[in-house]
């Protein structure tokens, strides 16, 4: 329905206007603000949630999942509204929490990963964090093997959610003066080459900032498709060349050397101590930096020339589409949204305006993603959807069902949530490399999906493997912490409605569509899940204990569903 | 699981299955052929994530060389401390190998280091072989070709992803099938009434080895775990009437159900893998809850679980109806760009036991002729240092294990520590190959029981290199 309304729309205003509702200009610049606003709307613009099935819909894309109450709140109401509220929340950081909880750096051990847990299940910042958790699958640093790192490791997280809506380029310039980074990717106290011995600097990071971080190995067109040929974006004489840059960097204090460091250096920006960095020229990208070049000098160079680089916008905007909207994105959505990347610059269907015009705005980039034409019309194509991440998939049901007594350190089961055979198979900020958790280009091997091109990070860690490991860990929580007393304490779910609605099976699980997955329960899972609830029998003294587990039943069922586990 | 000590169970195992060890050991060198008559073969990969270090895993033994390796690593040795009597580089304490055809190599001596005594004693029992420096390449490569671009490269020569991907499907990331994965779908095109479910399993992370036209890889549990459907187990989910029984029921079939009508594709394999992946998991717990448990007992690492839920599955052959098998184990940390003294001995030394563990558990089994156990790595690193670490590199040294392997040979090259050599690019002295990952591979292939127009179509680069030059099976 509403795809007729925005045909209508478009085709009645302006041809300017035209390109706003994105229909088949992929190749135009965004259109200035000015063009964006009819005079005498018609119709509210497509981006309008007008149904608690668009709204929820919205809110697993954008956020964590709605709670019923925070569904209601938003139907009638403009998706870019939503955004631009969240854009305006104060920000929760992690370093305070951290050294909050844990008075000295040495008290830290592993529980970084832990507490990112907590802020994910908990914060009132939801698209941030979001964010915060998309950026850190790009810019990977993994907490594994780290032990008391957690002022430095919840400092990098800072840099992320921070710079959630400001620039890529500023994030990438605090990710490589981060000391846990440089931990990393072991670039700290990068020594430079000694022609003597042969010895040369270590090439892991200036490899690793283009491959992952930045523009990738392939020129690619603005849509995120390889150039014709895949033509390489660096070889390896770029590398050496770029490594010479990252020497000469060690933590803040008097001198380059561990043990005389501030004791703040973990949470503050790397040092430059000149006397270690690479006097030599540095050749990279069709860029020389003459010799004797001081260090900052030569750094801020060579980012500025990486971030100036066509790849960054197309390479960039896919991952975040990824990580928000769709597992194998349309390029003409790609494109859509580099293009956005370039301007620094979006003007929703509504008017509102994101972004303050400089390349690499983050919140121009986010709007784009999360209100393009493709994500909110009516159209459902085969290809679309995006599988779920476990680790949003998890945090949807605790918010969607306002889980109180949230308290991850009392949990044995939040301490590592990777193994995917008893567990959620990933944890935030623990992949097992620097490639993620998965790779942007994985397509599932013998599938559907692959046999028709698409690719599915996803399906890398959600598989066979994987299945057995999600329902169990979810089943603990859905079915052992609502009884009164409790099985076990903490993570208290809040079924009441749902238990209102378990004498009629059928309004229960309606209910449940709605609210875990946007009306999108396939009517063979609907069926499968009436037949099962319906089994249970409500009598006797019993009665509200049976329909405390029909409504157990019910939600457990719909999160095992394809419809949980694909948004689309 | 407890932690062991090798020499115990070495002790352990030799005692326990006298008859399989004494079997090892009157197979001579040169007589190790697999008889083969269970009819049973298997194929185990590990891949060395990270690209590990070759230089520091086959060590130069003899004193110019020795001295030459120290010459160009300088931090490297000074951080072994490698002068001092107890450093596991100093040259008396490296593992000395004796090659039969120690003869090729005109006086330079190799050795491992100590924390990979197992594999250096199953190497001088005649079990294992040295495939020398082996990478991806499309046709041979010289320096001269390599600088001025004249011949065919791989793509992304030295980027971690795309050259795991390469090792292990031939191309780079994105690639659809890898050689394991064809491996068995050969096999259950030759053989109608094998079970595809089997025939290409992984204890870890599927990577792209096993992903084949037929089959997808079935991931094992660690050995000793047992697998639940917990809603199942625990009563105290839906209470104790017959409601809640029947209810139950439902529940699992719910679960194991592989088709919900989806028009999306994603949302068709979503559920399929969900509801594939409940059956056939606890149907195969079920299988090793009633099976004899292993004797062997495996080091409590990661690389020692994985290695040991797969000689559990091949405990199990016979109950799961397969007779060719192709497994896959990955251990990651490999990328020592620093602090290598104190990382790589440590990831040796898991791997070094993890095998040891595997090879006792095949002569418990009686399978060590019908396994080979085969390293990869994305690549080697460079021969210069860095100052504690080495960077991304090309070819490397791998290790082939087994009892019909031609062991206590080192095939292919060991090109001399001479950073002018010409078998090292002149930037950072990466190693190119100069044997390729397709010869390889299909060596394993055909030991298999490919077929040469099944290798052919698997390896489309093998007429380039000269097929016989690998005859370590």
Not at chain 1, 293 to 298: E, F, H, L, P, V
Not at chain 1, 412 to 432: A, M, Y
Not at chain 2, 149 to 178: C, Y
Not at chain 2, 337 to 361: G, K, R
Request: net charge negative.
């Amino acid at each position: 329905m509403r795809s007729i309304i925005r045909t209508a729309l478009c085709g009645a205003i302006t041809a300017s206007f035209l390109v706003a509702c994105g229909g088949g200009s992929s190749s135009s610049p965004t259109s200035p603000p000015t063009t964006t606003t009819p005079s005498a709307p018609v119709a509210k613009p497509f981006t309008n949630l007008e149904t608690r099935e668009e709204a929820a819909r919205f809110l697993i894309q954008a956020g964590f999942g709605g709670t019923d109450s925070e569904i209601d709140a938003l139907v009638g109401t403009d998706a870019a509204d939503w955004i631009a509220a969240e854009i305006r929340k104060t920000p929760t950081l992690t370093l305070p929490l951290m050294q909050a909880r844990y008075p000295t750096r040495q008290d830290t051990g592993n529980n970084h990963a832990r507490m990112l847990w907590q802020t994910l299940l908990t914060a009132d910042d939801q698209l941030r964090q979001r964010m915060m958790f998309a950026l850190s699958q790009i810019f990977v640093m993994s907490t594994d093997g780290f032990f008391n790192q957690g002022y430095a490791t919840a400092y990098y997280t800072d840099i992320l959610s921070g710079q959630a809506f400001g620039n890529y380029r500023n994030i990438l310039g605090d990710v490589t003066y981060s000391p846990v980074m440089a931990n990393y990717l072991t670039y700290y106290r990068n020594e430079k080459g000694d022609a003597r011995s042969g010895r040369m600097p270590d090439e892991n990071y200036a490899r690793e900032i283009l491959q992952l971080f930045s523009i990738g190995l392939v020129e690619l067109n603005m849509d995120g498709t390889p150039k014709a040929g895949e033509p390489e974006t660096y070889n390896n004489s770029d590398i050496t060349g770029l490594a010479n840059v990252f020497t000469g960097l060690s933590g803040k204090g008097p001198s380059y050397n561990y043990d005389q460091q501030d004791i703040d250096w973990p949470h503050n920006p790397l040092q430059m101590y000149d006397e270690q960095h690479s006097p030599l020229e540095k050749n990279f990208l069709g860029v020389t930096i003459p010799e004797n070049t001081d260090g900052i000098t030569s750094i801020e160079t060579a980012l500025d020339t990486i971030f100036n680089h066509p790849n960054v916008a197309p390479f960039i905007s896919r991952q975040l589409i990824q990580r928000f909207t769709s597992s194998s994105p349309d390029p003409a959505y790609v494109e859509r949204v580099a293009r956005v990347f370039e301007a620094g610059r979006y003007s929703a269907p509504n008017g509102q305006e994101f972004g303050i015009g400089r390349r690499g705005d983050l919140q121009a980039v986010i709007a784009a993603i999360l209100l393009d034409e493709t994500v909110h019309d009516d159209v459902q194509t085969e290809n679309e959807g995006k599988v779920r991440e476990p680790v949003l998939k998890f945090i949807h049901y605790a918010r969607a069902f306002e889980t109180r007594d949230i308290d991850v350190w009392a949990e044995w089961r939040f301490g590592n949530t990777k193994s995917p055979s008893d567990s959620l198979g990933q944890h935030p900020f623990r992949s097992p490399s620097v490639f993620n958790f998965y790779r942007p280009g994985f397509i599932s091997p013998a599938s559907r999906s692959g046999a028709a091109g698409l690719t599915a990070p996803e399906f890398q860690i959600v598989n066979e493997g994987a299945s057995l490991g999600f329902v169990n860990f979810t089943s603990h929580y859905i079915m052992r912490r609502a009884d009164d007393p409790a099985d076990f304490p903490g993570f208290t779910p809040d079924f009441a409605h749902e238990i209102e609605l378990a004498d009629d099976v059928e309004a229960l699980v309606d209910h449940l569509d709605v609210k875990l997955t946007a009306g999108q329960l396939s009517e063979a899972t609907k069926t499968d899940i009436i037949d099962v609830v319906s089994t249970l029998v409500v009598e006797g003294d019993d009665a509200d204990v049976d329909r405390r587990k029909r409504a157990q039943t019910a939600v457990l069922m719909t999160i095992g569903s394809g419809a949980y586990m694909v948004q689309d | 699981m407890t932690y062991y000590n090798r020499r115990q169970f070495i002790t352990r195992s030799t005692l326990g299955f006298a008859g399989a060890a004494m079997g090892l050991s009157a197979l001579g060198r040169g007589t190790a052929h697999a008889a083969n008559v269970s009819g049973y073969k298997a194929l185990v990969g590990i891949m060395l994530k990270g690209g590990m270090d070759h230089n520091d895993t086959i060590l130069p033994v003899d004193a110019p060389s020795y001295d030459a390796l120290k010459g160009v690593r300088p931090g490297l040795f000074s951080a072994y401390d490698s002068d001092s009597v107890e450093s596991s580089r100093n040259r008396e304490n490296i593992l000395a190998l004796n090659p039969t055809n120690a003869a090729r190599f005109a006086g330079r001596q190799f050795g491992l280091p100590r924390e990979l005594s197992g594999i250096h004693a199953m190497f001088e029992a005649g079990d294992a072989a040295i495939i020398g420096n082996v990478g991806p390449l499309l046709e041979p490569v010289n320096r001269e070709d390599f600088e001025t671009g004249r011949v065919q490269l791989p793509k992304r020569i030295f980027s971690h992803n795309d050259q795991q991907s390469t090792w292990m499907a031939l191309d780079t990331e994105g690639v659809r099938k890898g050689w394991g994965g064809q491996f068995a779908d050969a096999v259950l095109n030759a053989d109608a009434s094998a079970n595809p479910l089997y025939a290409a399993v992984t204890a870890t992370s599927p990577d792209i080895f096993l992903a084949g036209e037929r089959v997808r890889a079935f991931l094992v549990p660690e050995i000793g775990r047992e697998l639940s459907l917990d809603s199942q187990r625990l009563r105290s989910y839906l209470g104790r009437g017959d409601d809640s029984d029947a209810a139950r029921v439902k529940l699992d079939t719910y679960f194991r159900k592989q088709s919900f009508d989806h028009d999306s594709l994603f949302r068709q394999d979503a559920v399929a893998m969900a509801g594939r992946g409940i059956d056939d998991q606890l149907a195969f717990s079920r299988q090793v809850s009633a099976a004899a448990p292993l004797a062997t007992i495996f080091p409590n690492t990661d690389i020692g679980r994985q290695l040991g839920g797969i000689a559990q599955a091949m405990s199990l052959r016979t109950v799961l109806g397969v007779n060719r098998q192709v497994f896959y184990a990955s251990k990651g940390g490999f990328d020592t760009h620093d602090a290598q003294v104190t990382s790589l001995p440590n990831l040796h030394q898991d791997l070094d036991e993890a095998v040891a563990a595997f090879q006792a558990a095949m002569l418990e089994l009686g399978l060590w002729n019908d396994v080979i156990l085969f390293t990869m790595s994305e690549f080697g690193r460079t021969m210069v240092d860095n100052g504690d670490g080495c960077d991304h590199g090309w070819g490397g040294h791998q290790f082939v294990m087994g009892g019909s392997v031609r062991g206590q040979e080192i095939y292919g090259d060991i090109p001399e520590i001479d950073t002018s050599h010409p078998q090292y690019t002149r930037n950072r002295t990466r190693l190119i190959p100069t044997t390729s990952v397709e010869q390889h591979a299909a060596a394993l292939g055909g030991w298999f029981g490919l077929d040469s127009g099944e290798l052919a179509r698997v390896f489309p680069n093998l007429s380039r290199f000269d097929d016989g030059a690998l005859n370590f099976v």
